[in-house]
């Protein structure tokens, strides 16, 4: 005998494989392998004896010499027929589609094919071989496709199973049975299942899944739970619904799950259950339903692969308006942040939203000074934080809208954007070695082993102090700016900036209350943390900045570490690194600071960048010059589009006084000053300033002195710049100089020490001049109450060489000089204390100048002779 079977609990598939499969083996009988679904005996009944399909108890297991199985590899699923596969003399020929099992059916045929129904499979067989197809197997086919494939609507659905009902519709299947059978109509008791389902049905999120649960216990039989089932997911819009129902001693669990979120079949064959990778069920006995599900629930936790959440993609904090402002104050902060939208909160609660699109109109319409709450759109689309960012991207696609507000009971907690949305699914689009290999995220990157390799145990250790103290005030720490530019580039900065998403100053006073020096600016919610060492640490509240004019002071707001990064100046200084235990040396970079610093560039952050703070052009080319970049061309665009405009001009004194001062304490400011002059900034800032080969031979000199003598230099510490100004100013004329000190509003010292160096440089070198060998003491006494800042400069400014080498004689060495002797030892050798004794040790320096005495002995000696007569009391010699 040849038989043709299926799984217990037969559906259309199952029986249109069968039918279909009888078509391939002439002779074979059909027959279930336990009871069939309730629409597939009904669906016989109203056709009876157009196929015959026997009951198992009408097959003797003796006769079978070839078992044809379909929809079905497990042979638990076999119910009856599973003796057959462990007798030898039966072949068996398997037909399915559903992925490996457990307890996998061996087969001398088997033909497994990844389509959303196995009546797909045999059809394409049928064709194949030209066996021809009536109107009456085609709707049977017909059926089968539909109910495996929900109507089309699986995710496991492909193009065959279109195709295949397409051919099946010209071969004359009857469409109009589907609604009949496949989606019937449900009756009293059905819907009141339904009901019942949805009643008791519980949400949660588990991994960004959302998932839908539910259990119930019924006094008698309903068949078609499955059906109920993808309903529930269906009303829920779930991604996974499991339910357990207890129906006459049995208990009956079924799961649906969309495609790649869980695989169904694979989570229920521990129990014994069988399926799909998105639709699965096991039939237990002896066991609550409650319980059981309780079980599973847990177990979805470790099942559900963890996927990316809405959490960790949303903007945070949301900038919102109050309903009861006017739209006309609505609208200013929309153009201000550069919003296409805005949230409309009464008391954090999300109420509506109001578009751009909506203000326009409004204020076309005169309708300015009415409030918000008169024209927003309300019943606004939201989710939670725990949701997948793919239930955020369904919405968005499904109700065409670009941004989704994130609500936690009603309060406004963040929002998703399309920039957020792009920036989440960009490594779905990456080849899948490339997705293995790389961060979660395109805009993140592990730097763990690079802060263990470049900084110290100790920074490291303050590192994670300081994102420890944030999580536990329930707020985020990220190093930023600089520091995070130089560790990519392996620089040391030991200079540590700190953004905090939350509350910046309750951050401080939270280590101020540990004991710590603490200095707050309320204003701007900065400060600056004192640990030992000293350590200082300079600390922010992540905001936002926003400029009314050019050159203006920011207004500032708190907001989202990225929009904090977003209002810097440069790429390469709007990067973060994450100092949670979470998120522990996470690189942060929204912008593509580390893929400008890898090729080199200096890229400006947004085109007004230099507009907004003109000051932002000695940054670009400070760093441009200090780390070996180059700007790109949109950037060069833009600084040349400042200077020409003038915008350095509007900036006042103390804050050109400040980037020049800050300019000048760079290790090579010669190059820093050359490109400042290619794009015409020194003209603008101090017209007539002549910045010329002069300033360049006197500023490459002063790096040569740096470079060779810097261990004997003096330290001239806030004087150092000076120097530097001197140097540009040199070649201009007097009233230029002045002009510049004027503009640059100099201290009364500063400019003491300016017009010393920069007027006074002919006299110095008349003193300090002469063919024939001077004295060190005659340079010192010619040097006496000269600032060594002004000798450093004209040492660098003259061009007369012998004079040069004396100045930087009395620099590294005469200057230091000092008499062994003081005056208490001038006073134990029996001189009367009075102006002698200043005397003496003023003409014991010139001796000690110049090589006369070099032991404290022979000091000594030197007074005793050259004031012989001054000590009445000879016998303390």
Avoid at 329 to 339: L, S, T
Avoid at 355 to 378: F, I, N, P, S
Wanted: net charge neutral; charged share 25%.
């Amino acid at each position: 005998m040849r038989l043709i079977t299926s799984h217990i609990g037969s559906d259309f598939d199952s029986l249109a494989s069968m039918v279909a499969a009888s078509k391939l083996y002439d002779g074979a009988v059909l027959s279930f392998s336990g009871s069939a679904g309730r629409t597939v005996r009904e669906f016989l009944k109203r056709f009876p004896g157009r196929w015959e399909v026997l009951t198992p108890r009408k097959i003797t297991l003796a006769d079978v010499e070839l078992l044809v199985i379909v929809d079905a590899r497990s042979r638990s699923r076999l119910g009856a027929f599973a003796p057959l596969l462990d007798r030898p003399s039966v072949e068996v020929h398997l037909y399915d589609h559903h992925p490996p099992s457990l307890d996998e059916i061996e087969a001398e045929k088997s033909v497994i094919e990844p389509v959303g129904a196995v009546t797909t499979l045999m059809v394409e067989i049928l064709l194949g071989e030209g066996i021809p197809i009536s109107p009456q197997e085609a709707t049977l086919f017909v059926l089968g496709i539909y109910e495996d494939t929900g109507a089309l609507t699986f995710g496991s659905t492909c193009r065959r199973d279109f195709e295949a009902v397409a051919r099946l519709r010209e071969l004359g299947a009857d469409m109009t049975l589907i609604p009949l059978y496949v989606e019937m109509a449900l009756s009293a008791p059905e819907r009141r299942l339904q009901d019942l389902l949805v009643d008791r049905a519980w949400e949660r999120y588990i991994n960004g899944a959302r998932v839908v649960l539910s259990t119930l216990s019924l006094d008698h039989y309903v068949e078609g739970l499955s059906l109920f089932v993808h309903r529930l997911r269906d009303y829920f819009d779930a991604d996974i619904s499991l339910v357990a129902v207890s129906m006459e001693k049995r208990t009956y669990v079924v799961g649906r799950s969309r495609e790649g979120i869980l695989d169904v079949a694979l989570f229920l064959a521990p129990l014994g259950g069988g399926g799909h990778p998105q639709a699965a069920s096991v039939t237990l006995t002896g066991v609550e339903p409650s319980r059981i599900l309780a079980d599973l629930e847990k177990a979805l936790e470790g099942a559900v692969a963890p996927s990316l959440l809405v959490r960790d993609v949303m903007t945070r904090p949301v900038m919102a308006v109050e309903a009861s402002i006017s739209l006309d104050e609505a609208y200013r902060v929309m153009i201000r942040y550069g919003h296409a939208a805005l949230p409309v909160t009464v008391g954090g609660r999300l109420k509506g939203i109001m578009t751009r699109k909506d203000l326009d109109k409004a204020k076309l319409h005169g309708l300015g000074q009415v409030r918000v709450a008169e024209y927003m759109t309300e019943g606004v689309l939201s989710l939670r934080p725990e949701a997948s960012i793919a239930e955020a991207h369904r919405m968005m696609v499904v109700h065409n809208i670009g941004r989704l507000p994130v609500v936690v009971d009603g309060e406004l907690q963040g929002i998703v954007t399309r920039t957020d949305m792009l920036r989440a699914l960009y490594p779905a689009s990456l080849p899948p070695e490339e997705r293995r290999f790389g961060h979660d995220y395109p805009w993140q990157e592990d730097l763990t082993d690079l802060m263990v390799r470049r900084l110290s145990e100790e920074t490291n250790d303050l590192l994670r102090r300081l994102g420890r103290m944030a999580e536990s005030l329930s707020m985020r720490a990220y190093a930023v700016g600089g520091f995070v530019r130089d560790l990519l580039l392996g620089r040391t900065n030991l200079d540590l900036d700190i953004v905090i998403e939350g509350d910046g100053v309750a951050f401080m006073k939270a280590w101020e209350r540990e004991g710590y020096r603490v200095s707050v600016h309320e204003r701007f919610r900065t400060g600056m943390i004192v640990f030992p060492g000293p350590r200082k640490v300079d600390v922010a509240t992540a905001r936002r900045e926003f400029y009314e004019f050019p050159v203006a002071q920011p207004t500032v707001a708190s907001d989202s570490l990225k929009h904090d990064l977003y209002r810097r100046d440069f790429t390469v200084n709007a990067m973060a690194i994450a100092l949670g235990e979470r998120d522990w040396g996470t690189l942060v970079d929204y912008f593509g600071g580390r893929r400008d610093l890898r090729r080199g560039f200096l890229k400006v952050l947004h085109n007004l960048s230099f507009v907004e703070d003109p000051t932002r052009v000695f940054r670009a080319v400070r760093l441009e010059q200090r780390l070996k970049l180059k700007m790109e061309e949109n950037t060069v665009r833009l600084l040349t589009s400042c200077v020409r405009g003038g915008l350095l001009s509007l900036l006042s004194g103390l804050r050109v006084k400040s980037e020049v001062e800050i300019l000048f304490h760079e290790a090579l400011p010669l190059p820093a000053i050359r490109r400042l002059r290619e794009f015409g900034a020194w003209e603008v800032l101090f017209p007539g300033l002549a910045v010329d080969s002069r300033t360049d031979r006197v500023v490459r000199r002063l790096t040569v002195f740096f470079r060779r003598l810097h261990r004997d230099l003096p330290p001239l510490e806030a004087s150092l710049w000076l120097v530097y100004l001197a140097s540009l100013l040199f070649g201009s004329d007097e009233a230029v100089q002045r002009s510049v000190m004027d503009r640059l509003h100099l201290t009364p010292a500063e400019r003491h020490v300016l017009s010393l160096a920069l007027f006074s440089l002919g006299a110095a070198e008349n003193d300090l001049g002469g063919r024939g060998e001077r004295r060190p003491s005659e340079i010192c006494r010619a040097l006496t109450g000269v600032p060594l800042a002004v000798c450093l400069f004209w040492a660098a400014a003259t061009e007369r060489q012998r004079i040069r080498r004396r100045l930087l004689l009395f620099l590294t060495r005469w200057h230091k000089v000092r008499p062994m002797l003081t005056g208490r030892d001038i006073l134990d050798l029996g001189y009367r204390r009075g102006p002698l004794v200043g005397k003496i040790l003023d003409a014991l320096l010139t001796a000690r100048l110049d090589g006369s005495v070099e032991t404290r002995e022979e000091e000594i000696q030197w007074v005793l002779d050259t004031y012989p007569g001054a000590a009445p009391d000879t016998e303390r010699k």
